[in-house]
């Protein structure tokens, strides 16, 4: 879908609207800042319009601030979704220079690690329980060393949780995202898969 070679991410992106709905309440962000860039997926409650809504507010605020630490950001997301159906997401910030990904999640929407490397397990996102605009607890933003070809995957929760376990890396990301998509998908709510592939 994009490649962002200045920003060291190759990055594919399917989503898949509840049927009848006019609008997808899942949403992606893709947010370069001076060191590196910032993803995310985001799960408005439930779907159509005010899903939607709450996404595109949630969305519009991590793009205007990148770079900021992960924990205060999602409390801004939290404050400023108050009055809204509220979301779940899943946030990651890749650092070039020190070849780090910190993540964190709120809510329900999965985060896979994956490597190339033969003797590495996948690394799972520790998602924090609650919804942002309702309920938030404790954010744990986890730090996590990275290398040329590792593939980061959200997936919200159109998508079953085991999507991963016949994923082919050698795949492009926008193909692993279809692919991924085309296999998983519920079809009883918004999907949306991100994969983004660390350039290094």
């Not at 799972?124 to 980061?152: C, E, M, N, Y």
């Amino acid at each position: 879908m994009e490649t962002m070679n200045q920003i060291a991410l190759d990055l594919g992106v399917a989503t898949l609207t509840l049927p009848g709905q006019e609008e997808c309440g899942d949403r992606y962000v893709v947010a370069p800042f001076s060191d590196g860039v910032l993803v995310a997926a985001v799960d408005g409650i439930g779907h159509g319009a005010e899903a939607a809504r709450a996404a595109e507010i949630a969305g519009n605020i991590l793009k205007s601030r990148p770079h900021e630490a992960l924990e205060p950001l999602l409390k801004r997301c939290h404050d400023e979704l108050r009055g809204t159906r509220g979301v779940v997401m899943s946030v990651a910030s890749f650092n070039h220079p020190e070849m780090v990904v910190t993540w964190a999640g709120v809510g329900n929407v999965e985060g896979k690690l994956l490597s190339r490397d033969a003797f590495s397990q996948p690394r799972t996102l520790l998602l924090s329980v609650g919804i942002l605009g309702h309920q938030l607890g404790p954010v744990h933003p986890t730090v996590l060393p990275i290398k040329a070809g590792d593939t980061l995957i959200f997936s919200t929760d159109g998508v079953r949780e085991d999507f991963d376990q016949h994923v082919n890396l050698n795949q492009s990301p926008q193909q692993l995202a279809d692919d991924i998509m085309a296999r998983s998908a519920r079809h009883t709510d918004d999907a949306l898969v991100l994969v983004g592939r660390y350039l290094g």
